[in-house]
């Protein structure tokens, strides 16, 4: 997305898993073990990045918020 004068004002793409952060799997691995990760977005605004990721296993499905160094900024059963 950009603004009226053309800056970017928030950049959002789709990665794979090996692009994550060792910080952001190790969360995962830490607090979903045993799910699989699926469709993951980096999201760049305001020069902070955070992730989104979709946590999924046979019984569950979680849309979470990571920040760059790990820590969950939101959780959302889906």
Known sequence: ????????????????????????????????????IDDIKKITEAGKVIY?????????EWKVVFDAQGRILQKKED
């Not at 800056?7 to 910080?23: A, F, G």
């Not at 989104?52 to 569950?60: A, C, F, H, T, V």
């Open 1 to 36: 997305m950009y603004s009226r004068d053309g800056k970017m004002v928030m950049h959002e793409e789709e990665i794979s898993k090996n692009k994550l952060p060792k910080t952001v799997l190790a969360s995962i691995n830490r607090s979903f073990n045993g799910y699989r």
């Open 52 to 60: 989104k990721i979709e946590l999924k296993n046979y019984s569950q």
